[in-house]
């Protein structure tokens, strides 16, 4: 039925969508939330930020779950064809780095919760289980660990976003609308 | 079925008689002793305990309603789960080390229930109130030395612990679980 229109063959699917954008949004947040939490001086305020960013950081894991299977069975819509070669290789780099990062991120502060002897109990009702016991060495390791890989996502989501800008405003093809469909139809109005 | 019991009972008396005859444990042994607790925060369990305890106990398990025991803790040697914590834990919201180090349990009465298991009842001092408090305790006797294991829900509302900002339950419950475990040897010959 829908074959005549390229979009469908072309675009992303609504769920790829989607998900980018929930956990785009969540992992900005739960970031952020992670920053401010931490230089906090310990008050209920603060037991209660430490719980929302794990069970956040959880869910995102879960979410993350989830869009990497989506991915692996919808295949995205190609890059522009004029697109040089060293775009395209450092294009698909990123994107895998971001997905292990997804998985990477929340399992390094799962890890280190047990590490330091605070559970984690997701949305202050499941018990995740503990895969370290506790060790507050290895508690302080992971921390720092969890922040290196933090910060190392931060600088990704930079170059991901700083990339899709200039493709959009610079280059001015269709790569940010596809992921946009607000954003595409307005600039398909403009353009035709 | 109809024989063994009697046996089963005699057997019981002579193991336990001559020990419930001679022996009193009154030498408390700091090092296999410990004093454990769980508190809920967010309702996430963490994992706490004490370092620095005594105990001075008598214990003659064929007179277990004259058994003595007194329970001092040092308040300020706290793990309670991270160095922010035990920093925390020390300030004047909570124990108030420095106003009351010492939290103290005298036991007032010593109540058998059967199967070496007793009700210990006495009073608990912990900044500066005093409550009544009964906890079970089960003995094991191994050797020359007596174990004493027990496990209690104390509420820390009951005493003033975590006051102010910390005083609602939503982030820190306010129900304690406390486990201990108190070693004491026979003492030596009279
Ligand atoms: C995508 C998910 C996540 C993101 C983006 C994220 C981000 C961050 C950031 C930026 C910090 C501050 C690092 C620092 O300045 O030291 C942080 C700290 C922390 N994160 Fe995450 N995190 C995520 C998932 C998780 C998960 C799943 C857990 C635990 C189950 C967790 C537990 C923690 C803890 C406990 C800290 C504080 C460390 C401390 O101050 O002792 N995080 N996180």
Known sequence: ?192 | MKFRLPGLALAAILITAPAAQAVEFTQYQHGKSSLAFVYKQMNVPVDGQFKSFRARLAFDPSKPTAARAEFEIDLASVDAGSKDANDEVAGKAWFDTKAFPVARFVATSVKPLGNNRYEVAGKMSIKGKTQDLSTPVTVTQQGSNATFDGSLVLKRADYGIGDGIWADFGTVANEIQIKFRLVASAAAAK
């Not at chain 1, 919760?113 to 605070?118: L, M, R, V, W």
Request: charged share 15%; no cysteine.
């Open chain 1, 1 to 192: 039925m829908n074959s005549a229109i390229p979009h469908s063959q072309t675009g992303y699917t609504h769920t790829a969508i989607g998900l980018h954008w929930l956990i785009g949004i969540a992992i900005v947040g739960t970031f952020a939330l992670g920053l401010y939490m931490h230089e906090l001086p310990l008050s209920p305020q603060k037991l209660k930020l430490y719980s929302w960013h794990k069970w956040a950081g959880v869910t995102i894991f879960l979410f993350a779950l989830l869009r990497l299977t989506w991915r692996v069975s919808h295949r995205p819509p190609a890059l522009p064809a004029g697109m040089p070669g060293w775009q395209r290789s450092a294009a698909e780099a990123t994107h895998v780095l971001l997905y292990l990062l997804m998985f990477a991120v929340p399992l390094s502060g799962w890890l280190m919760s047990s590490a330091k002897g605070f559970p984690t109990v997701w949305f202050g009702v499941l018990p995740l289980p503990d895969l370290l016991q506790k060790d507050t060495d290895l508690g302080d390791l992971l921390q720092q660990m969890h922040k290196l890989l933090n910060f190392t996502l931060a600088g990704l989501v930079a170059t991901h976003a700083g990339a899709a800008l200039k493709h959009h405003f610079l280059d001015r093809d269709e790569i940010l609308a596809r992921m946009l469909p607000f954003l595409g139809r307005s600039k398909n109005g403009e353009r035709k």
